[in-house]
């Protein structure tokens, strides 16, 4: 299963003008873009670009590289498995039949259960090890 991550512009470098590291624009300016897994605060990477539409091409490219599926940044990690197994772009109610009520396979459904019930799991167990480490102070 590839790690799901999102992208979001992270900060501005200059290098000062003149500078050919292939990642400013004219003016010795750069953008950022990270790429965060849902559950953590340290970016998996940073890449840079002369506009923030470079330095987002810059890091999907990465993100498609390192084998990532990027999602974008206000999706919440169910959104996503909704998403992935089920085409359903969002979990929010838009009060209307057509965009509420979807037709779904059992196998979507089955594999979407299964990635929620995982990811449970796995929150549970970093929350066991925070316990336990707590425990041990």
Known sequence: MKTKVYLKLEDQDRHGAGCTCGKCNRNGKSYGVAAYEFDSADPIFVEYGPSEEAAMV?????????DLEVFPEDCDELTAIAREHLDIGT???RHSDSLDFHEVSVWGLK???Q???DLGVHDEGEQNARDAAGASL
Do not use: I, M, S, V
């Open 58 to 66: 810059n890091a999907e490219l990465e993100a498609k590289k390192a």
């Open 115 to 117: 990635a929620a019930y």
């Open 111 to 113: 594999a979407a259960l």
């Open 91 to 93: 979990l929010e109610a």
